[in-house]
């Protein structure tokens, strides 16, 4: 199988079937997936709340329902709200001395007194810069991306849908006031074929990748 073929089978998935449940330990290897994305500083500020239609409460299931996909909400039979926490930004410097403590950080004698008076200040004065859009959601992407790919090898199809209603969400699903909702990812068993229906249309490569310079 080509490559193009093989990315373009992990295309969204937009109709499920609705009649059939998706087993909970694929959801978890999902999740897993994400876990072990790569993160700046090792924050792992992603974070979800996995909502089954079959037996989330309807305040809930109504909660997420997004205005322009409604209908791919209410029929999928799982939909993983993906947020992430600023509030983890805010355990930057024992995340830096878990690494430091696995080998993956430093090299040589001192490197605990470097990281104590050099880089654990300077992350310290980027904080609140850091919780700000930006890089956060770039390594939160790596981890959807891994749970998607991990959906897609255990049979199952996702699609990602925006919303405007993250703070109406988060309210809703009892997050804390650190927490930014990214998307809704609903998943399920396909109900078209990845070859035909699931395909879309992309721009040429040559429109969006540039070598040395722009153009």
Avoid at 99 to 107: D, P, S
Avoid at 119 to 143: H, N, S, Y
Avoid at 180 to 206: H, I, M, S
Wanted: aromatic letters at 6%.
């Amino acid at each position: 199988m080509e490559l193009r073929e093989v990315i373009g089978n992990r295309r969204s998935i937009r109709f499920m079937r609705p009649y059939r449940p998706v087993e909970p330990e694929k959801i978890q290897r999902m999740l897993e997936a994400a876990r072990l994305a790569s993160h700046w500083g090792n924050v792992s500020a992603l974070r979800a709340v996995v909502v089954f239609r079959d037996s989330a409460p309807k305040e809930v299931v109504d909660a997420i329902v997004a205005p322009i996909a409604g209908f791919q909400i209410r029929r999928a039979p799982v939909v993983i709200v993906w947020y992430l926490d600023t509030g983890a930004i805010d355990d930057q410097a024992n995340r830096l001395r878990e690494l430091l403590k696995a080998g993956a950080l430093g090299f040589g004698a001192g490197k605990e007194q470097a990281l104590e008076s050099q880089l654990i200040p300077v992350f310290a004065t980027l904080l609140d810069k850091l919780k700000e859009p930006g890089l956060t959601e770039v390594d939160c992407g790596q981890g959807l991306a891994q749970a998607t790919l991990m959906a897609y090898e255990q049979g199952l199809g996702t699609c990602c849908l925006g919303t405007p209603n993250g703070d109406k969400i988060r309210a809703s699903l009892g997050m804390p006031e650190t927490c930014r909702v990214l998307l809704l990812q609903t998943v399920g068993y396909p109900l078209e074929d990845p070859r035909a229906g699931g395909q879309r249309p992309r721009r040429p490569f040559g429109d969006l990748f540039h070598m040395n310079r722009y153009g």
